[in-house]
């Protein structure tokens, strides 16, 4: 007499709900590991995303990006910066290159009237828009014709106008810098990228809303007064161009600097996928982590399945005598068991689902569920739950009926 599938399901509901002291306790710690692995992978997974989003937000995997490697200690007589020449000879020898952004960053107090702002300001070039993918909310950005000319132009971050002018209007106003009157042509538009750190300002970018551009050469011949270039950024066609852009960079400063190298290359692409690989070491060690309560309960229900197997010991005498064949007894358990861990898993998930909000709260952290993370959680508790009662259905398979039906 065969024990049909659908059967064993209903034996199994049924002696769970027979017991349901025993069966919640089994229940629970399937519960806690599911609900751990769905929160911990989603934190992770939150963690990612913010971080790729970052990038995307700061012009994307095609952009490489220059500056000096300070790293490098080496005594060496090389220099650690660029010349506006070396800068036009490097862009020459790159012509697949789609963006070229130059650029120089200083410190500086701005002035209008009797208020002040410190802030950064950078000389820049026009394609700073395209590889940043940032422009003017008003006004113009930097053009060529102020390059050459080294116009007394500047565009402003929303912060620097919020401080200097209020709400009043600061386009063809003029700021005063190192103690030259530079006029704004331009208002950046305000950037915002939600910041899912507890620490600090709510937008990730606010920095950027602090900062102030003017041409390039205008911060080398009348503010900084300085050729001295510590780094430029470029745009590869695609982000699948970009390594062997900056392999082709790497030989051309190397060829600079006779060898030394004395500058550090970051490309976007190479950081987003080393994001990528590091994110699949969180997600093992995390996962493994919450494996552990998973574990622990997988082998409470082994156990109690073991102490299943003895009270229904005459049961499954009665079972094998009546025709019941051996892998049926077998199947049985091991339904019954599956089926523990299963529903464990999935009250888990919906748990862990439900409380996402209150741990994103509590952190101030974004926790992304994606839907392979719901999946990994079910199977992982069913799997637990085959792991835990092989044991136990063998043991129970392979019951002497004579001595099953005599056992009191």
């Not at 000319?149 to 929303?158: E, M, W």
């Not at 507890?198 to 300085?226: C, D, Q, V």
């Not at 190397?254 to 976007?268: C, D, M, Q, T, Y």
Request: glycine share 6%; net charge neutral; hydrophobic share 45%.
């Amino acid at each position: 007499m065969a024990i049909a599938l659908k059967e064993s399901i209903v034996i199994g509901f049924t002696d769970f709900w027979s017991r349901k002291v025993r069966g919640l306790i089994t229940v629970f710690g399937i519960l806690l590991g599911t609900m751990s692995i769905i929160v911990v992978l989603s934190l992770v997974n939150g963690v990612n995303k913010q971080s790729l989003a970052w990038m995307m937000e700061r012009g994307g995997l095609a952009k490489i990006t220059v500056h000096r490697n300070w790293t490098y200690e080496k005594d060496t007589d090389e220099r650690r910066y660029f010349l506006l020449k070396e800068i036009r000879l490097i862009q020459s020898l790159l012509p697949e290159v789609q963006y070229f952004n130059p650029q120089i960053r200083r410190y500086f107090k701005l002035s209008h009237g009797s208020n002040d702002y410190r802030s950064s300001v950078y000389g820049i070039v026009p394609d700073f828009e395209n590889i940043e993918e940032w422009s003017v909310e008003e006004g113009r950005f930097i053009s060529d014709f102020d390059i050459n000319n080294s116009n007394d132009v500047i565009c402003i971050g929303t912060k620097i106008k919020e401080e200097l002018f209020g709400n009043r209007e600061a386009l063809g106003q003029f700021i005063t810098v190192q103690q030259r009157r530079l006029q704004i042509i331009g208002i950046m538009k305000h950037r915002f990228l939600k910041n899912n750190n507890n620490i600090g300002n709510e937008n990730s970018f606010a920095y950027l809303n602090r900062r102030a551009y003017i041409p390039l050469t205008t911060m080398i011949h009348k503010i900084h007064n300085k050729d001295e270039i510590y780094s430029f950024q470029i745009k590869a066609s695609s982000p699948e161009a970009a390594p062997e852009l900056k392999n082709k960079l790497e030989s051309i400063l190397l060829n600079l600097r006779h060898g030394e190298p004395v500058f550090e290359i970051e490309s976007a692409q190479e950081s987003a996928e080393e994001i990528k690989e590091n994110s699949k070491i969180f997600y093992f060690i995390f996962f493994m982590i919450s494996a552990i309560s998973l574990l622990v309960g997988g082998i409470v229900i082994s156990n109690i399945m073991l102490a299943t197997v003895q009270e229904r010991t005459r049961e499954i005498g009665i079972r094998i005598a009546v025709g019941a064949r051996r892998r049926d007894i077998f199947i049985q358990f091991l339904v019954q068991t599956i089926l523990i861990t299963t529903i464990g898993g999935i009250i888990g998930i919906i748990t862990g689902l439900s409380i996402l909000n209150l741990v994103e709260k509590f952190l101030k952290f974004e926790l992304v569920a994606a839907p392979a993370i719901v999946l990994v959680a079910l199977l992982v508790s069913a799997g637990v739950g085959f792991l835990a009662g092989i044991i136990p259905a063998i043991m129970a398979s392979k019951l002497n009926p004579v001595e099953a039906l005599r056992y009191e």
